[in-house]
Structures are given as C-alpha cells and as structure tokens.
C-alpha cells in the first residue's frame, strides 16, 4: 500500500495502565494543550481550531452540518456516482475471481491473494469493499459471502493473544497494522451487521473491542501524520461498533492531538498551513499533517494522500465540520501538484519521499467534497481523475502489483450512496 512504517517506540503494555491512561489522558492533554506555546500553526482565520466543537450525534447516523449535505439529486452527481460504483465493482470482481494459472490475483477461502506480493494486510483490503458493495447491492450474495468470509479468516489468522491484528503468530507485531486491519474491520462490521448471525457479530465486537483497546495506550505518541490519522479512525470506528462512550472520548482526544500535539514534547508535527484560509469550511486554504522521515517533520506528497484516503471514510460516516476542513485543506495542497486536465501529480520533494517522483492522483479527496462538500470547483478534476482511475485500477487488478490497499480505501466513496451507515 505506499504507507508504512516509520518510528519503532516503547508501547505501554497491560490493561491497568490502559484503563488508567485512558482515565487521566483527556485532562492531561487538556493542561498540556492549553500551557504549551501554541499550535504548529495557527488556527484558520476563520476562527477556531478545526479540532474543537466535537459534540458526538446519535451514533446511528450522521450529521450533516450546514455547508456539507450531499448533492447526490443533480444529473451530474449522478453520473459520478454512477462511474464510482462502476470502478469499484469491475475491480473487485477481478479481484474475487478464483486462482487459475497466469492469474496474479485471486480469492478463495476467505483470503485474497497476489502473486509474488505477501502483504497480509493489503490482501484484507479488498473485504471491505466487498462488504461495501454488499450494503449497495444486498441482492448480490456473493459480495456479503466474500466479505465475512475474509474478516472470519483474518480474525482466526492474524489476532494475537493481546488482541491486537497482526502478521502470523511469530512474526514481528506493530500498531500500524492493528489499526489498518481494526479500520478494515470496523467499515465492514458497520456495513455487514444486519446480515451478521449472532455469534459472527458477538466474536467481531470483541475483535474490534480488543484491538481498540490494545491501540488506545498510544493515542499520545505521535509518529505521523498519516499513522495517527488512522488511530483517531480506529477510535471512532470502535465507538460507532461498541457504542462504548469511551471510544468516543478516545477518538476526540486523538483528533486534537493529531492536529496540535505539544510541540515541547513533538517539535514540527501537527498540522501546518501554507495558506490561510477565509471561508468557513476551508475550501480556500491549503495545509497538511507533518511526516518525518530522515529530516524534520515537514510536507510529503504522497502520505497526504493517504492522510486524506482516512479523511474521506470519517468523512462519509460523520459529516463533521472539522474533517470537512482539513480534506479541504489537504486535497489543496495536494491539487496544487495535480494537472486538473490529465490528473498527472507531482509528488516529488517529500519529507519522507524521493527527490524525483511523477504520477497520477488517486484519491478518494475530490471526489467526496465535489459529492458531499459543495465544491463545485472540482469537476474538471473529479472527472480527469476518474477517467485515470478506471483505467489503473483495471491494470491493478489483472497485472502483478499489489494496490489492493488504494483500492478499498477509494472504495469507501461507496459509503456516500448508502443511506443511514
């Protein structure tokens, strides 16, 4: 998948220092936040940091804020819908097909596969689209088949004795993929839990209940910008399971820390503008979350896409005003590197990247604020983008090159079209 790994870190370990952290933590981040000298960067002139105002809603639905309703009833919108669900089912449908020689992906089993790659958790991702394109399309059996049959494998393949999700017992463990696999997982139960027999969903729960709680003790280590992105996403997606308000207060104090960690303690990280922005929502500003790599923290192309491939699943599940404000921000800066004509990107330069690197935005960004965000801006992008997409993810899937990752994170615009997720 591009992202992965970065900072090795002491983790704090057992349930009596987890309980009592997630206990004190939101205080101490309280205190650190208001006496330490600030933000990395100011907050947006239009007042107010895009973390704060996290009032939680029902979790059975969405809000839907005043600037952020979705404008799905025009011919247009419709047309892009229509290619969305299009791309997203002719990939997994490839992806899905059963192993046969010359074939570098296949599924069977509860597990998909590519040839020559042995990323486990790049061969989960494909089961959350599928459980995305169940939801869509409940007639088609097949799609709900694949996808719990997948999250049923990797639940008895790659949960460790602590609960958290990783490679096979044996191997080196991280949190990186805990929270990876735990969003993959949470999308699909959120999707899949009506059709979910009791035990299936009282043995996912606790999966997704364990693998939270093993991530919570380092919501206040800060490695980067995309990786912490995905934790506050992990907290949210374990509330919206569990409905245990604690993930929800978990979840707010990841977000805040994400943005304005305390620079005393995490020099450069956080969120940074390049430009200010006016408008309330931020659509005319442009920013980023700091990724370090062998320098300082600074702005690196290519983890801004995937920083905004999480935006756009919270996004589509919590029409929250301050995620709509930083995927403003993020899908800017990033569009400032894009050819809005033949969606070409240039995403050299980075702080963790190479010097020299060329190639195209695949980004669930500006397709979810042109559908959901009012930006009308963006249609000569939106469709450059798609055009590209359907292309490339087609090539993905029949040539030996694993993107399954990309794949299912684009995959989650399904969850714009799917009412009361």
């Known amino acids: 998948m591009g992202l992965r790994f970065l900072v090795k870190r002491t983790r704090m370990d057992g349930p009596v220092i987890g309980r009592v952290l997630r206990l ?6 309280g205190l ?13 002139s239009n007042g107010g940091s895009i973390a704060s105002g996290a009032a939680p809603t029902p979790v059975s639905g969405r809000s839907t804020p005043e600037g952020s309703e979705t404008r799905a009833s025009s011919r247009t919108d419709q047309a892009y819908k229509t290619k969305i669900i299009k791309i997203v089912r002719s ?22 596969r590519t040839e020559g790659e042995s990323c486990w958790r790049c061969d989960v991702a494909p089961g ?20 719990i049959a997948t999250f049923n494998a990797m639940i008895s393949h790659h949960t460790y004795p602590d609960g958290s999700f990783g490679p096979p017992i044996g191997e080196p463990n991280d949190e990186i993929s805990d929270t990876e696999v735990l969003n993959y997982l949470g999308v ?10 009791p035990a299936v969903k009282q043995r996912w729960l606790i999966s997704i209940r364990r693998a939270a709680d093993y991530l919570v003790p380092t919501l206040d280590y800060y490695v980067n910008g995309n990786i912490n992105l995905d934790l506050t996403l992990s907290m949210y997606l374990a ?3 569990t409905r245990d308000p604690a993930f929800l207060a978990d979840y ?4 805040e820390f994400t943005l304005y960690p305390p620079q005393n303690l995490w020099p450069g990280f956080g969120l940074h503008f390049a430009k200010q922005a006016r408008a309330a929502n931020d659509s005319d500003g ?4 700091a990724e370090k790599g062998a320098g300082a923290p600074g702005f690196d192309p290519h983890y801004t896409t995937v920083q905004v491939g999480t935006l756009a699943t919270l996004y589509a599940l919590w029409r929250q005003p301050r995620s709509l404000r930083l995927l403003n921000l993020e899908t800017n800066i990033l569009l400032l590197r894009t050819n809005p004509k033949t969606d070409y990107f240039n995403g050299s330069g980075g702080s963790r990247g190479p010097a020299t690197s060329y190639g195209y935005l695949e980004s669930a960004g500006p397709p979810i604020l042109l559908l959901a965000g009012h930006r009308e801006d963006l249609t000569t992008v939106v469709t450059a983008e798609l055009n590209e997409i359907s292309l490339s993810f087609r090539n993905y899937a029949v040539q030996d090159n694993d993107q399954d990752g990309p794949v299912a994170v684009f995959a989650n615009l399904l969850l714009l079209f799917i009412p009361g997720i």
Do not use: E
Request: proline content about 6%; overall charge positive.
């Open 252 to 255: 707010n104090r990841s977000y």
């Open 24 to 29: 004190i933590a939101p205080l101490i981040v």
């Open 32 to 44: 650190t936040l208001a006496g330490c000298a600030g933000a990395v960067s100011s907050a947006s």
């Open 91 to 112: 990939t997994i449908d490839l992806l899905m097909r059963s192993p046969a020689p010359g074939r570098p992906h296949s599924y069977a089993n509860g597990v998909f």
């Open 128 to 147: 959350m689209a599928a459980a995305d394109l169940a939801r869509l399309f409940p007639r088609r059996a097949r799609y709900r088949q694949v996808a």
């Open 188 to 197: 699909a139960y959120l999707d899949l839990k009506s059709w979910l027999s």
């Open 239 to 241: 509330y919206r399971a």
């Open 286 to 289: 442009d920013g980023y979350l």
